[in-house]
T-cell receptor
Framework: AQSVTQLDSHVSVSEGTPVLLRCNYS??????LFWYVQHPNKGLQLLLK??????LVKGINGFEAEFKKSETSFHLTKPSAHMSDAAEYFC?????????????FGDGTTLTVKP | GAGVSQTPSNKVTEKGKYVELRCDPI?????LYWYRQSLGQGPEFLIY????????DSGLPNDRFFAVRPEGSVSTLKIQRTERGDSAVYLC?????????????FGPGTRLTVT
């Protein structure tokens, strides 16, 4: 069994300030973890993925996430927010091998960036 | 190349009617996924295909929902005796398959409204 909890449904930051979107997961096996972004009226796009090669994962557009097994967390960060970062963000957990097909999404965090 | 496409983009149907939603995956992607996204929630897994066969259909909510992928490419999600609660955006994604984890490429979705 697997589940994802995104701890904040809405996050608001000012342009140029750091972004932190929090995600905790639960999994019966060694998980694969992803962050996807959904801009209004656009499809879901992968930001980054954790594959167990390194605990600190770098993604597109300056985002990164750190896998912390002891805390079962995979928080998404960015040093400096840009107006174009305003979107819905989803944390996703899936299994590996034969369990790789079933992905569980969190309920999403809406990021607002103020000028 | 072309991304994942879904048709129709919008579908309005009356309660009790039958609907079919189509997904054209990226060429060469052997894995295909269907999700349902209700307002304010993350995508909910429905079914996952490896080639022509459904590898995991544990997310289908009941026997009114059925999906096929007869030639291992295009997939159709079929909903019988539609109910108002079926109203949602239905998302399709495709990916490479194997030991993974692989990025899922999402289509724009079909917005289904049951009146």
């Amino acid at each position: 069994a697997q589940s994802v909890t995104q701890l904040d449904s809405h996050v608001s930051v000012s342009e140029g300030t750091p972004v932190l979107l929090r995600c905790n997961y639960s999994s019966s096996y060694s998980p694969s973890l992803f962050w996807y972004v959904q801009h209004p009226n656009k499809g879901l796009q992968l930001l980054l993925k954790y594959t167990s090669a390194a605990t600190l994962v770098k993604g597109i557009n300056g985002f990164e996430a750190e896998f912390k097994k002891s805390e079962t967390s995979f928080h998404l960060t960015k040093p400096s927010a840009h107006m174009s970062d305003a979107a819905e963000y989803f944390c996703v957990v899936s299994g590996r091998g034969t369990n790789a097909g079933k992905s569980t999404f969190g309920d999403g965090t809406t990021l607002t960036v103020k000028p | 190349g072309a991304g994942v496409s879904q048709t129709p983009s919008n579908k309005v149907t009356e309660k009790g009617k039958y609907v079919e939603l189509r997904c054209d995956p990226i060429s060469g992607h052997t894995a295909l996924y269907w999700y349902r996204q209700s307002l304010g929630q993350g995508p909910e897994f429905l079914i996952y295909f490896q080639g022509t066969g459904a590898a995991d259909d544990s997310g289908l909510p009941n026997d009114r929902f059925f999906a096929v992928r007869p030639e291992g490419s295009v997939s159709t999600l079929k909903i019988q005796r539609t109910e108002r609660g079926d109203s949602a955006v239905y998302l399709c994604a495709s990916s490479h398959s194997g030991t993974g984890p692989y990025e899922q490429y999402f289509g724009p979705g079909t917005r289904l409204t049951v009146t």
